[in-house]
């Protein structure tokens, strides 16, 4: 009997896949929106994500985005699936913990409430936060300049987005959410 077994690779790609899954399942238990971001708006930050994610897992040569940056070792491997699954797991604990007040979009939802606890009880966008963690755990784990590339574009994607849901809850939650922003971090603890 011949036992295949999955390569680091494939590892890797497993907290990327059960974050898709959590996040389609998730999605339909949300509550009504009554309030939603423009279209265009979407775009920017979803532009620079989708690029994000290409120079993540494309697996094309991307010329000189092809060499790499750190030497290619199982260890740097181990660590960098070990990053990314912590990533992922901080995202989907604290989408969870959001529950029926999530949207993909900049939204304000009917009766949304102000979520204080778990995660968000330290950083104001845990979901980002995980989200950040993991793409740096996949640049590791790949090792190539296209992953320090992609980077500073989800967390520039991620601060656009940010920002926009901050105006939201400003408006929705007026000084409630102006003293939580005083009290947490806004994606990055420490930053």
Do not use: C
Not at 9 to 23: C, G, H, N, S, T
Not at 27 to 36: F, I, M, Q
Not at 56 to 81: C, K, N, P, Q
């Amino acid at each position: 009997m011949n036992l295949h077994h999955p390569t680091l690779w494939q590892i890797e790609l497993i907290p990327w896949y059960l974050f898709v899954i959590v996040w389609i399942v998730a999605s339909l238990w949300v509550k009504t929106t009554k309030a939603a971001e423009p279209l265009m708006s979407r775009l920017t930050y979803g532009s620079l994500m989708a690029l994000a994610f290409y120079l993540l897992f494309s697996r094309r040569a991307l010329g000189m985005l092809g060499t790499r940056f750190i030497r290619d070792a199982e260890s740097v491997a181990v660590a960098g699936i070990v990053l990314t699954f912590a990533g992922v797991a901080l995202s989907i604990w604290a989408r969870l913990i959001l529950g029926e007040n999530w949207s993909a979009k900049v939204t304000r939802k009917v009766d949304h409430e102000l979520i204080r606890s778990g995660p968000y009880a330290f950083v104001r966008h845990p979901i980002y936060s995980g989200l950040l963690l993991a793409t740096i755990g996949t640049a590791i784990f790949i090792g190539q300049w296209r992953g320090l590339i992609a980077i500073p574009l989800v967390l520039l994607s991620e601060s656009i987005k940010a920002r926009r849901e901050e105006q939201f809850m400003i408006e929705e939650f007026g000084e409630t959410y102006q003293e939580y922003r005083e009290q947490t971090w806004f994606i990055v603890p420490g930053f």
